[in-house]
């Protein structure tokens, strides 16, 4: 299985600033043929479910705000929230879906400093 | 709108069965494949199973902690996923999410979720 390792557990981060969370797999998830990597972010805020904002490591999904923003590519990836909103207090997780079983980082908790 | 609605979750005793239901609306779903996913309590978040869409062979994968108990299947004609659960187990315990993925043969990213359903399992 692919292992995905997130970094840090937890972060907080002062409102406007800048938050960065790091995700490394265990084997690479890039699909050389179509040169798509098969990452994805969620954010899971409390009480609710997952919810998509980053696919292929860094295509925003539709009505993500623009703040933000995925990278990366091979094993090593990471989110940025490049402004931090209240709202944005949630957990972020990465997952791979080039090969089953679909696995997830281990989840980042975000706050507010 | 796209919207997945999860139900028949409960309480459940060790060694007996639950079939969950997801019902879709908001999107052509035969056109995609779907997937389950569970979170234990307090804890992150595993996939279990998913099924291709008819144009992928509508066929299913699972994670080995559910392989030969848990059966993923579809009924487009209702627009409803299903996940039966059998020889269930105390560490089945979780919240059920069904997903639809954003793509028709697997290996996707899951582009809605359902509220999710409590399975808990217990004597």
């Keep these: 299985d692919i292992v995905m390792t997130q970094s840090p557990d937890s972060l907080a981060v002062s409102l406007g600033e800048r938050a960065t969370i790091n995700c490394k797999s265990s084997q690479s998830v890039l699909n050389s043929s179509n040169n798509k990597n098969y990452l994805a972010w969620y954010q899971q805020k409390p009480g609710q479910p997952p919810k998509l904002l980053i696919y292929w490591a860094s295509t925003r999904e539709s009505g993500v705000p623009d703040r933000f923003s995925g990278g990366g590519s091979g094993t090593d990836f990471t989110l940025t929230i490049s402004s931090l909103q209240a709202e944005d207090v949630a957990v972020y997780y990465c997952q791979q879906y080039y090969a089953t079983p679909y696995t997830f980082g281990q989840g980042t908790k975000l706050e507010i400093k | 709108e796209v ?111 359902g509220q999710g359903t409590l399975v808990t399992v217990s004597s």
């Design chain 2, 3 to 113: 919207q997945l609605v999860e139900s028949g979750g409960g309480l459940v005793q060790p060694g007996r069965s639950l079939r969950l239901s997801c019902t879709a609306s908001g999107f052509a779903f035969g056109d995609y494949a779907m997937s389950w996913f569970r979170q234990a309590p307090g804890k992150g978040l595993e996939w279990v199973g998913f099924i291709r869409s008819k144009a992928y062979g509508g066929t299913t994968e699972y994670a080995a902690s559910v392989k030969g108990r848990f059966t993923v299947s579809r009924d487009d004609s209702k627009s409803i996923a299903y996940l039966q659960m059998n020889s269930l187990k105390t560490e089945d315990t979780a919240v059920y999410y069904c997903t639809k993925e954003g793509c028709s043969g697997g290996r996707c990213y899951s582009n809605c979720w």
